[in-house]
């Protein structure tokens, strides 16, 4: 199942070694966050693939350089303004759909992937210009005050300040500090924000899936704090074959299709999607919390929604064994490679 999981990653692998989300018709473009994920597995690895991942990142934001001057120096308002999150197969911006580009998470997970790369011993930085865009992504999240700016998450949807935007960006900032200029002030202004909504995810979100990500990768909360995020997403969120995102999540909900996604959050509750990928991140959490035993738990049970081996859907339809078309989800297949890797050598991946 392992092999067969790289082997997926392989597939979805484009030439220039960043990743497309899966192949189906709805993913088949490439997003920044899913990349950094996707690219975890191969940090430890005798390889060059992690940083060729992050040189083909750092070309897509030289060749929007133009447009990252002019947000350093001015705070965008229109949510196309921002820099995007979601690339064409060609890392070209895609202007024909009403998106929600305001994701400060996928900037914060960057700028985490690059630190963390340096941390292992990878050259991560080509040139003068590679070490100047990063400094310029500092700036981006000082103009646009991430600690407070309202975005859109790392589900794409309302705009709220949400803790899992606001603690990637605090991590990837203090993985890039020392490399680049990162002003105190940035990552106490985030961690003022991100305490100020513990354990919450959002004003109107008592808990999300995302919030498992300030356990793992980005280890914010450790400890019994880290404990107390764990505790609530899977006494609220977990599912037989996966993880919902939150209570009355309409995306995938088996009344989306006659109902649509409009309705209030309560309309939708006890049919939302259960994702595959939380079952591994409960395992990454539970290692980093010192709890191998649930790990191979929530591993196994990863193992058990597999479509094929090493295929992971990305969600299954509420209560049942029927996936979405999103099939197989690379997000997902690394996720199970670092839990299932981590469990060998007792020491998730990255630190």
């Known amino acids: 199942m392992l092999i067969e999981s790289y082997n997926v990653l392989d597939r979805l692998r484009l030439p220039g070694d960043v990743y497309l989300a899966s192949p189906s018709h709805d993913y088949k473009y490439v997003w920044i966050r899913d990349c950094v994920y996707m690219s ?11 940083e060729r991942t992050y040189y083909r990142l750092l070309d897509l934001f030289l060749a929007y350089e133009w447009k990252i001057d002019i947000l350093v120096e001015t705070k965008p308002f229109w949510e196309w303004e921002y820099i995007h999150a979601r690339y064409t197969p060609e890392l070209e911006e895609i202007h024909t759909q009403n998106w929600g580009h305001v994701q400060h998470d996928m900037i914060g997970a960057f700028l985490f992937g690059i630190g963390t790369g340096m941390k292992f011993g990878k050259p991560m930085f080509r040139t003068d210009r590679d070490r100047l865009i990063v400094q310029k992504l500092v700036r981006y999240l000082d103009k646009v005050e991430y600690w407070c700016d309202r975005d859109n998450g790392m589900w794409e949807e309302d705009r709220e300040v949400h803790a ?7 991590a990837g900032l203090r993985a890039v500090s020392g490399l680049v200029d990162v002003p105190e002030r940035l990552i106490t202004l985030g961690l003022d924000s991100v305490f100020g909504l513990f354990p919450r995810e959002s004003v109107s979100k008592p808990t999300d899936l995302a919030l498992l990500s300030l356990v793992y990768p980005y280890r914010l909360f450790t400890g019994m704090l880290g404990e107390m995020i764990v505790e609530q997403v899977e006494r609220e969120l977990l599912r037989e074959r996966g993880v919902i995102r939150y209570t009355g999540d309409s995306y995938y909900s088996t009344r989306e299709a006659e109902a649509g996604r409009g309705r209030e959050r309560g309309f939708y509750v006890g049919t939302e999607a259960e994702w595959t990928f939380g079952l591994p991140w409960l395992a990454l959490c539970h290692l980093e919390l010192g709890y191998p035993e649930k790990a191979h738990e929530f591993v196994a049970r990863t193992e058990a929604v597999m479509s094929e081996p090493g295929v992971l859907p990305e969600l299954y339809y509420s209560g049942s064994a029927t996936p979405n078309g999103n099939t197989p989800l690379g997000w997902s297949s690394a996720m199970y490679i670092l839990a299932k890797e981590a469990l060998g050598s007792r020491d998730p991946v990255p630190r």
């Open 164 to 170: 899992s935007s606001v603690g990637a960006c605090i």
């Open 40 to 50: 975890f597995p191969y940090l430890n690895k005798a390889n060059d693939l992690y």
